[in-house]
């Protein structure tokens, strides 16, 4: 078995770990961004770690209100750029911990006067000596150069983060995540005969929005890092307003169809795209019964109820059940394609840029 | 000549015009800011006009240091997630001023109490109505579906922005732009020539960074709705986390090549390339001599010497002049292929989404 495979197969256990382990020093960093509140957050990430701070994004604007900003870090490292950073919080995110330019925004940021937060998982790294708060996540060394567990561990993280920010989330429903983790993984049968579809696809498009864009970026990488396959990535709207008309017979797209707001743009662009006689398969699950009722040949279902209730957006708690099924369908396709999952040419774990 | 064409022509006239009959405006707004700086900037967008709030995004926080966040315009329409706003510059960009995700932004920021920019076309748009300050681009209205004029109109615009922000721009270097797009548009002969390499390219990849990454990923969308091509678009520093995996002999790679903070890491990535044995293929100008030192079938010599001096950032004023050559091969590129650049199947020219 890959080492991939391995750490996908890892997860629930990280993830309760992680929850665990870091709840207590979330609910003390909770007091303290109480009785002072941020203005600002900025995310500063690279690669998969990046893709989380996407997901920070969306669920830290949606559940706190707070303006989130995903630093380019070239802003800092290059450009030399001066920021005020007054009732900023800055958040750095790097599995290893030595992400050069991550690590120079927090520096920065931290001497011009913002509050600092680290999350990675490696408690000895330069980020958790920098980080004035610093959070780990408990999946254990990850080996594979294709990140898997540590992405969905720093997904949770940031689950924890917006609930020190105020977000109407419980840390019970978060105990669930475990839980929808596993029944994810009980796919791996049915994606490990899928994916021998996709042998000789060369290029395709992955499409989803809101809370689950993260995912689109995450599943995208992976396709291209594992798969050599040259991977797009959209959120459902920017694919109208022009990238669409690359669509042809065949031609793949991923999608990603929670429950909830994003549902009835998701429907729309499939319909689109079937028209267009595209090739789609839609990553859903339980608790959205249109996704379901589509030809059972192009939707993956999650076999949980992922529906979170209101007020709290539908979609929110999907987003890591869904991507495993996308990590287990790029370690098939790797395998499928001859390659190996855990060495991608060109790359290394650790990738240090300015 | 295809429209595209013909408005790829136009642009040295529409940016002295927008240069021209938008500044009176610009130096009021100017006084206004002055008076009462914002703490965030948030610049909302889609499809090219997207492309340019990226610009805007690394212009405005390079030259003044305010932070700025590019808005995900499902977190208001779909999620409807509460923002305070306070001391937040609201900016939204929309060709047609039809953009109905866009509008709902700017609507929803100026009700909560934000100031408000509009930059559009069409002075009776509902953008136009809806913003409290409206600039226009005088472009002339854009008839092909691939907007090119308007692109680099806007970005005319955010340089104007910048300034009334406070950044060190003075208004007599931006009155060389549109002579620099002139020379831009001297490569059309030698452009439509090399298109021809490229007829059976079905994928690659753009690459370039900090204020010539919106640039990036113009030129793919370019590539994607008018040649069909699937091309995918990185920063140097994210293609090396991961998707430089894809990259096989003869893999297409465009790179962005502008002089100053930005050239070592495209130098390192151009050279990583060439042992991959990719087919490499950069946009630069007369003053950034290493790039031009390169195989000249590797380059595309924008014939100009556009860097800025220090304390300016180098490669300042690049992004105008460095898309047009990238425009130009688009819409060769769609001839060569027999393709219609200004009626790409599958797309109509104003886009709703929400």
Redesign the interface.
């Known amino acids: 078995m890959s080492k991939m495979r391995e750490e996908i197969l890892q997860q629930p256990v990280a993830l309760d770990k992680t929850l665990r382990l870091e709840l207590r020093r979330i609910e003390k960093l909770k007091k303290i961004l109480q009785a002072n509140p941020p ?2 957050i ?1 995310l500063a990430a ?3 770690s ?1 893709n989380a701070a996407t997901f920070g ?2 669920l830290l ?2 559940t706190t ?1 707070i ?4 630093a ?4 800092f490292t ?2 030399g ?4 950073f ?1 009732q ?1 919080l800055v958040v750095a995110i790097s599995q290893s911990g030595e992400s050069t ?1 991550t690590n120079l925004v927090l520096q920065r940021a931290r001497e011009a006067g913002a509050r600092t937060v680290g999350i990675t998982n490696e408690p000895q790294s330069t980020l958790a000596q920098l980080a004035e708060h610093c959070f780990l996540v408990r999946a254990g060394r990850e080996q594979s150069v294709a990140a898997t567990k540590t992405y969905t561990g720093q997904l949770m993280m940031l689950y924890l983060l917006a609930y020190a920010l105020g977000a109407k989330i419980q840390i019970e429903q978060l105990r669930r995540v475990p839980e929808w983790a596993e029944r994810a993984l009980k796919l791996e049968p049915e994606i490990r005969e899928r994916a021998g579809r996709y042998c000789f696809m ?2 395709g ?1 992955v499409v989803g ?2 809370l689950n ?1 993260a995912n689109v970026y995450e599943f995208a ?1 992976k396709l ?3 798969c ?3 991977a ?1 990535r959209f ?4 694919f ?9 017979t065949a031609f793949p797209v991923f999608l990603f169809a929670p429950p909830g ?2 549902w009835p ?1 998701t429907k729309e662009i499939r319909e ?1 795209l079937l028209q ?1 006689r595209a090739d789609t398969l839609m990553i859903t699950d339980q608790s959205n019964p249109e996704a379901l009722a589509a030809d059972r040949r192009q939707v993956i279902e999650v076999p949980a109820k992922l529906a979170a209730r209101a007020p709290l ?1 539908a979609d929110l708690f999907t987003p890591i059940p869904y991507i495993i099924p996308a990590q287990l369908f790029a370690a098939s396709l790797a395998e499928e394609k001859g390659l190996n999952p855990d060495q ?4 290394s774990k650790v ?1 240090r ?2």
């Open positions: 203005q600002l900025l690279r690669g998969t990046d994004r969306y604007e949606i209100g303006p989130v900003s995903l380019a870090p070239s802003i290059l450009y750029a001066k920021f005020s007054k900023t330019d060369r290029h498009v929005r809101g864009y990488l291209m890092e594992t050599y396959v040259v797009e959120s459902s709207a920017d109208l307003h022009g990238p669409i008309a690359m669509v042809e707001v994003t743009s689109k267009l957006p991608p040419r060109t790359l990738t840029t300015l």
